[in-house]
C-alpha cells in the first residue's frame, strides 16, 4: 500500500520563550549571548533554601496570548513539579503547569490549499526552561550552560488536527505571527526562542482510529520541521507494511541526514511524579485582570491582512507580505497617510524599501528618512518630475543618508523635463535626422517606434518625460 493511502496526523508542541527582560522566578536577565552560566543566582541554580517569586508579566503575556488565540483563561491555575534527572536542571524538578494550566480551548486558523482551515489548541500553559548541555565530542566532555535555567516559557499544544507537514509548518508561522505581534516572542528560532515538538502518528485512510504517536523533539527551523515531518511520515508507513509496529518513543531529527533516531521511549505523565509546586500559591485572576489585558490586544496578523485587501485594496498577496511584521505593516499606513495609490507604494515596499532592507541591513524602525519623505518622493515620480528609475536612485540616497528628495534631485540633477515646448524640439529633430526610418514607420513598421523613444531620451540624457515623449511622437508621425 502506497504512502497515499495513509493519512498523517500531526500535532504541535511549541514552546515559546517570553519577551520579558527577567526569568520567571527571579531577577536574573533573559538576554541571549551572555558568557556561560553569567545570567544565575542561587534561584535559578535551585540553592537549597531558595523561593521563586512569579514574575507578574509573564502572567500577562500567557493572558495576552491565550485572548489571542480564544481560549478560556481560567481564573485558578496551578504550579506544578515536574520531576527528572538530566545535568542541566539544577534543581531536578521543572516548575510548570499540569492538569490546570491557565488557558484551555482555543483556535488558529491557517491557509491552505482547500482553502481556511481551524486548527484547535488544546491548552497554554506557563513553565521554566531548563538550561543547555553543550556536548564537546573531541574534548570527551559536556559542558552545562544554567543562562536559560528559568527563563520563562509558554507551551501552546495543539490537538492533532494537522494533516501533512506542510499544514504543521504552515500552523508553526501562523502562531509566530500572532505572538511577534502580541509582543509576547521575538520569533527567533535559530536562537532557540521559538522551539517545537512534532508529535506524528498515521492511520490508513478510512480509519477513525489514530496510529501510534511519536514525537519528534526540539525542531528550530520551519524547514527542518517539514523535512523531519516528511521523513517520520515515510518511515512510519514502511514500518507498517513490512509488518511492524509504531512503538511510541521519542526522536530526534538529524538535518545532515535528513533522517530521525531514537532518543528514549516516550514518557508518560506519571513518569514524572507531577504534584503541585508547594512554594507557589495557586495563580488567581480576576475579571478586571483579564479585561485589563484584552484591552490592549493590537490588531492580528489576520484581521490586519483582511482590513489591507479592503481598506486599501491591495490584492490578498501584497497584504500578506506586509502585513508579515507589525512594524512594516504600522510604516505603510503612515506613509499611505500621505500617498493615495496605494497599489503604487505597495510595490515601493515589496520592491525597492524591503530590497534595501535586506542587502544594507537594518530594519523599518531604523530608517533614516521620514514617511513624508518618502511619500513625497512617491509624488515626484508619479507627477513625472523625475522618472521611475531615477526615482529609485533617489530612494537608495535616502535610505543610506536620509535627506531630502528634493536636495537628492537637485544635487544630481535628475529633474525630468515635462516643458512641451522642450521635447517638442528634440522630437522634431530627431525625426528630422531619422527619415528613412520614419518612412518605414509609416509603411508599417510599427514596430521600430521604440527607436524613436529611445533617440529622443537619449539626446534629453534620460530626462524627458516618457509620457510627454510618446505623446508627442505619436501626434508628429500622425498616429
Known amino acids: 500500500m502506497p504512502l497515499s493511502d495513509f493519512q498523517p496526523v500531526i500535532g504541535l508542541e511549541v514552546h515559546a520563550q517570553q519577551l520579558t527582560h527577567t526569568k520567571i522566578f527571579c531577577t536574573c536577565a533573559t538576554s541571549f549571548g551572555a ?54 536542571l539544577p534543581k531536578g524538578y521543572q516548575i510548570t503547569q499540569f492538569d490546570q494550566p491557565i488557558c484551555e480551548w482555543g483556535q488558529l486558523t491557517i491557509d491552505t490549499p482547500e482553502g481556511e482551515k481551524v486548527i484547535r489548541v488544546r491548552r497554554i500553559h506557563m513553565e521554566e526552561d531548563a538550561g543547555k548541555s553543550v556536548h564537546d565530542a573531541s574534548a570527551a566532555e559536556s559542558l552545562v550552560d544554567l543562562n536559560r535555567a528559568g527563563v520563562p516559557l509558554l507551551e501552546i499544544v495543539s490537538e492533532p488536527d494537522l494533516r501533512g507537514a506542510d499544514e504543521a509548518v504552515e500552523y508553526l508561522k501562523a502562531l509566530r505571527d500572532v505572538l511577534v505581534y502580541l509582543g509576547v516572542n521575538d520569533g527567533n528560532m535559530e536562537e532557540g526562542s521559538l522551539r517545537c515538538d512534532v508529535n506524528v502518528s498515521v492511520m490508513r485512510k478510512g480509519s477513525t482510529e489514530y496510529g501510534q504517536r511519536v514525537e519528534l523533539k526540539n525542531i528550530n527551523s520551519f524547514r527542518f520541521i517539514k523535512q523531519a515531518t516528511e521523513y517520520e511520515i515515510s518511515r512510519q508507513v514502511d514500518l507498517l507494511e513490512s509488518g511492524g509496529k509504531v512503538e511510541q518513543e521519542t526522536r530526534l531529527y538529524d538535518p545532515n541526514k535528513g533522517v530521525t533516531r531514537s532518543m528514549r521511549s516516550k514518557e508518560e505523565a506519571h513518569d514524572y511524579r507531577y504534584f503541585p509546586e508547594p512554594d ?45 511584521e507589525r512594524p512594516l505593516a504600522d510604516y505603510f499606513e503612515a506613509v499611505a497617510q500621505h500617498f493615495k495609490d496605494y497599489k503604487r507604494l ?58 531630502d528628495p528634493e536636495a537628492i534631485i537637485a544635487e544630481k540633477g535628475l529633474a525630468q523635463v515635462s516643458d512641451t515646448g522642450a521635447i517638442e524640439a528634440v522630437v522634431d529633430e530627431v525625426l528630422a535626422k531619422n527619415a528613412g526610418e520614419v518612412e518605414k514607420y509609416k509603411g508599417g513598421k510599427k514596430h521600430i517606434f521604440g527607436f524613436f523613444v529611445g533617440q529622443v531620451m537619449r539626446a534629453m540624457k534620460g530626462k524627458g518625460n516618457p509620457a510627454l515623449v510618446n505623446e508627442l511622437l505619436k501626434k508628429k508621425l500622425g498616429e
Open 35 to 88: 558568557a556561560p552560566n553569567h545570567n544565575t543566582c542561587p534561584v535559578c541554580l535551585g540553592m537549597p533554601g531558595v523561593l521563586p517569586v512569579l514574575n507578574a508579566k509573564v502572567v500577562e503575556f500567557a493572558i495576552r496570548t491565550g485572548l489571542a488565540l480564544g481560549c478560556t483563561i481560567k481564573k485558578t491555575s496551578v504550579w506544578s513539579r515536574k520531576n527528572y534527572f538530566y545535568p542541566d
Open 280 to 324: 507557589l500559591p495557586p495563580l488567581h485572576l480576576t475579571d478586571a485582570q483579564i479585561d485589563e489585558v484584552a484591552k490592549s490586544l493590537p490588531e492580528l496578523p489576520r484581521a490586519k491582512v483582511s482590513r489591507f485587501t479592503s481598506q486599501y485594496g491591495l490584492p490578498a498577496y501584497d497584504a500578506k507580505i506586509l502585513c508579515a
Open 346 to 403: 505597495s510595490n515601493w515596499f515589496l520592491g525597492e524599501l524591503l530590497r534595501l532592507l535586506k542587502e544594507e541591513g537594518g530594519s523599518v524602525t531604523t530608517l533614516r528618512f521620514t514617511t513624508v519623505q518618502f511619500a513625497n518622493l512617491l509624488t515626484a515620480v508619479e507627477k513625472g518630475s523625475i522618472s521611475a528609475n531615477a526615482g529609485k536612485d533617489v530612494f537608495g540616497e535616502m535610505f543610506r543618508t536620509g535627506k
